[in-house]
Structures are given as structure tokens and as C-alpha cells.
């Protein structure tokens, strides 16, 4: 029994490897984003398509990685994944040179489509690497790898992306081709460092293919159903409104975060102290949040700590918006506590109640990311033409959503007959 339980952990702390990766990459547009910004003299609108590529990846590839999870099985669609996330950050090495932010774009929904067919393999291999009782715990305790990715992604691209021997000491938009190469040039090192981490991984999850296939085959559905099955399902919509309106306010406050906060009436910081702040609060306060909740997980019903971390995220954005100074920003920065066990019990409560496939449900929550490209986007537009504190009011209402599902998720207990389909 011992020898068997150690194997269960063996193959499931190897797959968190794969929650770390892709927060580490993901969380590289919120620098991005900024360098982006300056190096093309770009608006808030036009510095967020970077981020709505990344989400047109969710609507494209979520049912085909779906499609594909259900032909070859989680180990062979995680291979393909990191594949195609190092064939993305390659791309971006040959494009920086064209000084052209389309083509720079292209390579990053490469990349992104790479991350979507990850996500939808990965999420329900974690949550079934183990004992259904426990997946709450499993998914969020996994998820907590990802928020260490992303604090450390996100120092580590403002780093090389926002570091003063890169953009002008002053942060002025970038008016020349000479300039403007400095600065793409940090953005094409960065990603090849991505690649050559990826490549590592790839050879890793290959190494141990046959210890997690081991434990997959006693614990993952044998039926997998059609990748349609879950479009039937009332339980699977709800949760994939919420997952996607979960996407976009996390992305759209961190997007604008380092911008936010440089603003001299919130708190003036520079914008490479403004991404540490990102990093280690924002993002250390996702992390933080993940290991706590993986513990309340133990003794709390998901529905309800996710209720109360949606009425905490809704509030906090609420004072960010009506108020200013560095209050409104640290109000801004301590979403990242409340956002951080959002995913997983979205994720697993939706699994346990969809009433079809894994895989099928699985695919339907990540194409619902895709939504959340919204968000982002229109926050941006909120930015340009009324302030950025006001554009919280956006991700405010997508957390007054979630809290309506924890609530109803809390009040049915159990799949209620006429909800578990349409």
C-alpha cells in the first residue's frame, strides 16, 4: 500500500512540473506587454492584443486538443504540446529581427496554442492522478506550482524585457529602429532561454511516460465520449462562463498592473520595480494563496471558499476603483490572494458535476479562456478612455459572476436532476 502511494505521488509531482512551465511562460506577457508597449509606441488597446492572441488560442485549438487528449491520452498530447511551445518561442527568435509587432504576435498564438493543448491534457490528469475525494485538493495544490512559475516568469521577464541597459531610463516609447532592436533583442533571449527550459521538460515528462501511464490507467476514465458532450451539459456551461470571466479579470489586473502602478497618483514606481511588485505581491499572493487553500480544501467545501475568495476579489476591486494612492494600489495587488484557488475549484467542481467526459468538459473549460480575451480587451478600452483605476470595474462585475456560481454550487450539493443537462 505504502509502495503503491508513493507511486501516485511520484507521477503526480512530476506532472506539476508541467502547471510550473506553463506559468512561467504565460506569465512573460505581463512584462511583454510593457516592452511591447515602449518599443512600438503602442496604447493600452493596442499592447493588449498580445494578450487577446494568447486567448484566440483557447477558441481555436481547445476542442481539436480535446479531440486530440481523446485519440492519443494525456502523456503523448503533453509531448505534442511542449513541441509546439518550443517550435513558438523558436519562431520568435527568426521574427524580432523584422522589428514588426504582427508577425511577433503570430509566433506568440504558436506559442499559445501549445500552452491550450497543454492545459487540456494536464488539468484533468492532475485532478485524476489519485483518489476522486481529494481532486479539489490535488488540482489546487498542483495549481500552486503554477503561481510559483509565474512569480518567478514574471521576474524573470522583467528582468531581461524591462531592465534600464534595455528600455530608456525614462520609459518614453521607442522612436527609433536602433532603440527599437535593443529592446526586441531582450525579448528574443528570453524566449530562447523558454525553449531551452522546455526542452528539458519534454525530455523529463518523456523519462517518466511510463510511471505516470501507470498510475493514470488506474485512476482516469476509461469512456471518454464525445468531444460535443459537453456543450449538453448545464453544469459544464456555468463553469466555463466562470473559468473564462475568472481568465480575463486575473490576466486583464496583471496586464495593466505595471502601468498601473507607475502612474504618479497611485504609487510612481518605476516600471521594472512596478513588475517586481507584480511578481512578489500580485503573483507571490496567487502562490501563497494556492498552498493555504490546498490545506482549507482539507476542511472546507470548495464551493464555499471560492465564494468567499470571489466576494474578497470583488470588493478589493471595487475600493481600487473609487479610491487612489498607494492604498488603491496595494488594494490592486492583494487581488492576487483571493484569485488563487479560483481556477482549480472552478475546474473540479465543474468536472464533478458536468455528468460527461472528462475530456470533453476538460476542452469546453479551456475554450471557454478564450471568453476572457474580452476582458482584457476591454479593459484596455476602459484605460484609454477613462482611467485605469475605472477599468476595474470590469474584472469587478467577471468576480461578481463567480461568486454567483460558488453560491449555487454551494446550495446544490449534488448534481440536481434537469441541471445536469440541457
Known amino acids: 500500500m505504502k509502495q503503491q502511494l508513493s507511486g501516485v505521488s511520484a507521477a503526480f509531482l512530476s506532472v506539476t512540473t508541467l502547471f510550473f512551465a506553463w506559468g512561467f511562460i504565460a506569465s512573460n506577457n505581463d512584462p511583454l506587454i510593457a516592452s511591447l508597449k515602449a518599443s512600438f509606441s503602442l496604447n493600452y488597446t493596442q499592447a493588449m492584443l498580445t494578450q487577446l492572441v494568447s486567448f484566440a488560442a483557447y477558441g481555436v485549438m481547445s476542442f481539436p486538443a480535446a479531440m486530440l487528449l481523446g485519440r492519443l491520452g494525456s502523456l503523448r498530447a503533453i509531448l505534442v504540446a511542449l513541441a ?42 492532475a485532478a485524476a492522478l489519485g483518489p476522486p475525494e481529494s481532486s479539489h485538493f490535488r488540482l489546487t495544490f498542483a495549481q500552486a506550482f503554477n503561481s510559483l512559475g509565474v512569480v518567478i516568469g514574471v521576474n ?12 530608456k531610463a525614462d520609459h518614453a516609447p521607442i522612436t527609433n529602429a536602433a532603440d527599437r532592436m535593443i529592446a526586441l533583442a531582450a525579448v528574443s533571449q528570453a524566449f530562447l532561454l523558454i525553449a531551452a527550459m522546455l526542452a528539458g521538460l519534454m525530455i523529463f515528462i518523456w523519462l517518466w511516460r511510463a510511471r505516470i501511464a501507470r498510475v493514470a490507467e488506474a485512476y482516469e476514465e476509461t469512456g471518454r465520449g464525445s468531444v460535443l458532450d459537453a456543450l449538453r451539459s448545464r453544469w459544464a456551461i456555468f463553469g466555463a462562463l466562470a473559468i473564462g470571466l475568472y481568465v480575463g479579470a486575473e490576466v486583464s489586473i496583471g496586464s495593466i498592473m505595471i502601468n498601473f502602478l507607475n502612474q504618479s497618483d497611485i504609487m510612481g514606481l518605476p516600471l521594472e520595480t512596478a513588475g517586481f511588485y507584480l511578481a512578489n505581491i500580485y503573483w507571490m499572493g496567487a502562490l501563497i494563496g494556492r498552498f493555504i487553500g490546498s490545506y482549507l480544501l482539507t476542511i472546507m467545501r470548495a464551493p464555499v471558499l471560492l465564494g468567499l475568495a470571489a466576494g474578497c476579489a470583488t470588493s478589493l476591486c471595487l475600493i481600487v476603483a473609487l479610491t487612489s494612492g498607494p492604498w488603491a494600489g496595494y488594494a490592486a495587488l492583494a487581488v492576487g490572494l483571493f484569485n488563487s484557488i479560483m481556477f482549480p475549484t472552478i475546474f473540479t467542481i465543474t468536472l464533478e458535476r458536468a455528468g460527461v467526459s472528462q475530456a470533453s468538459t476538460s476542452g ?19 484605460a484609454d478612455k477613462a482611467s485605469l483605476s475605472a477599468s476595474f470595474f470590469i474584472p469587478m462585475t467577471a468576480y461578481g459572476v463567480i461568486f454567483l456560481f460558488a453560491l449555487l454550487a454551494a446550495v446544490r450539493r449534488e448534481r440536481p436532476p434537469g441541471f445536469q443537462t440541457a
Open 156 to 167: 524573470f521577464g522583467s528582468r531581461i524585457m524591462l531592465g534600464e541597459d534595455v528600455l
Open 84 to 125: 509546439t511551445m518550443i517550435a513558438g518561442c523558436l519562431m520568435v527568435q527568426f521574427i524580432v529581427r523584422y522589428q514588426d509587432y504582427t508577425l511577433i504576435l503570430a509566433a506568440l498564438f504558436i506559442l499559445a496554442t501549445g500552452i491550450t493543448t497543454l492545459q487540456v491534457a494536464a488539468n484533468p490528469l
Open 364 to 382: 469546453l473549460l479551456c475554450l471557454a479562456i478564450v471568453g476572457g480575451a474580452l476582458l482584457p480587451y476591454a479593459v484596455g478600452q476602459m
